[in-house]
């Protein structure tokens, strides 16, 4: 058995920028996937949710949200996949279904005949798993939550503004 050689400073380097050029060319390809996603309107039972999920819903933050989609609509549409399967947008999800439960006319009005804003991208993440998850990935890191302080300040610029929570 031949002993193990231990790569150089050099040898690793190159092995790490070796692989950051393979995440910025999945990072590339997944950004012109999502640019080709087609925008349309889902109805609610046809989209499943994802077996694995890397975040736990947040029951504080689903009923956030609810309150918030009662108001806005729904600002960002949900995430799916070509057979409708929810690749980001869980919590928003919950929110569409708690909102539909507990404020129906706001639901009704914001999503006429069940039907939800989706993007669908162009992939099956049964077959491309890894790109499903740095889907959700990318959308998860990208948003930022406001601080509670904020969400105060927001919803007093918002009632100041008129609007009403429903």
């Not at 999920?53 to 609810?66: K, W, Y």
């Not at 006319?105 to 039907?115: E, G, T, V």
């Not at 998860?140 to 100041?160: G, S």
Request: glycine share 4%; charged share 30%.
């Amino acid at each position: 058995m031949a002993p193990k050689t231990r790569k150089s400073a050099a040898d690793m380097l190159q092995s790490v920028q070796a692989a950051g050029t393979g995440i910025q060319e999945r990072d590339r390809q997944l950004e012109a996937r999502s640019l080709q996603a087609k925008v349309s309107i889902v109805p609610l039972h046809k989209i499943v949710d994802r077996v694995i999920d890397t975040r736990e819903l947040n029951d504080r933050h689903v009923e956030e949200l609810a309150i918030s989609i009662s108001v806005l609509g729904l600002l960002e549409p949900l995430v799916l996949d070509i057979k409708n399967r929810l690749l980001a947008g869980g919590h928003r999800k919950a929110a569409i279904y708690l909102l539909k439960e507990r404020n129906p006319s706001a639901y009704s009005k914001h999503f006429p005949d069940d039907l939800i804003p989706s993007r669908v991208l162009d992939f099956d993440a049964d077959r491309d798993p890894d790109l499903a998850l740095q889907v959700e990935i990318a959308e998860n890191e990208k948003r930022r939550d406001y601080t509670p302080a904020e969400v105060k300040k927001l919803a007093q610029q918002l009632k100041l503004a008129g609007y009403a929570v429903t």
